[in-house]
């Protein structure tokens, strides 16, 4: 089936670095991710839609100037968590809708999740 | 405010117990989804309904989609240790390009 791949799976960081997660999707092409944050023994939050070739569309409450996302190929998204606070720590999740032979226009595939800890 | 609200939030139950897990919302969905999240992982997609009244089976796991396709629930029969995890509704409306999670239900089955 459809597979997206996220790295890196779990990143420490000191407070003001920037962090960048790639999603990948790797076997069909993905015209839409998502991006999702997930605090412990939650649900999933969307953060902001990213479509290919344009720019990422944020949630209400999110600034788009601390997480810049990037979807410059049908197969890779990225975000880039800058200066990084301890309050940025969290699970970070990509998901992806797309076409291709296993992924169908209504297929959301996710990523195994990125966990983030900012000292 | 999130659009599904999910019932219980916690639930612990010893194995072989059986249990229903309930997805409500006011909305009308054009299909809806079941995911099983596992600490530190993302979520696995186990079943979507796509019918209203639509009832599906996998193994020991039956999920039900409601006639007005605004609610679902699912259901486990004998759970085990392995079933225990994050368990997340999510509705998929006509024009709306992302999901729309529900609140989760965290499962705990003990052995």
């Known amino acids: 089936g459809a597979v997206v791949s996220q790295h890196p799976s779990w990143v420490i960081c000191k407070s003001g670095t920037s962090v960048k997660i790639e999603c990948r999707s790797l076997d069909f092409q993905a015209t839409t991710m998502f991006w999702y944050r997930q605090f412990p023994k939650q649900s999933l939050m969307l953060m902001a839609t990213?479509?290919?070739?344009?720019?990422?569309?944020?949630e209400q409450g999110v600034e788009k100037d601390k997480f810049l996302i990037n979807h410059a190929s049908l197969t890779l998204s990225t975000l880039t968590v800058t200066s990084a606070h301890p309050e940025d720590s969290s699970f970070y999740i990509c998901?992806?809708?797309?076409?291709?032979?296993?992924?169908?226009?209504?297929?959301?595939?996710f990523g195994a999740g990125s966990r983030l800890t900012v000292l | 405010t999130q659009l599904l609200e999910q019932s219980p939030q916690f639930l612990s139950i010893q194995e072989g117990e059986n249990l229903t897990v309930y997805c409500n919302s006011s909305?009308?969905?054009?299909?809806l989804q079941w995911y099983r999240q596992e600490p530190g992982e993302g979520p696995v997609l186990l079943v979507t309904?796509?019918?209203?009244?639509e009832v599906k089976k996998l193994k020991r796991l039956t999920f039900q989609f409601g006639d007005a396709r605004k609610d679902s629930s699912l259901h486990i029969t004998a759970a085990q240790p392995g079933d225990t995890g994050l368990y997340l509704c999510?509705?998929?409306?006509?024009?709306?390009?992302?999901?729309?999670f529900g609140t989760g239900t965290r499962l705990t089955v003990i052995p």
């Open positions: 999510a509705g998929d409306k006509t024009g709306a390009n992302n999901l729309f």
């Open positions: 309904v796509v019918t209203g009244g």
């Open positions: 998901s992806a809708r797309g076409t291709g032979a296993w992924g169908g226009a209504n297929v959301l595939t």
């Open positions: 990213s479509n290919e070739g344009s720019k990422a569309t944020y």
């Open positions: 909305s009308v969905f054009s299909s």
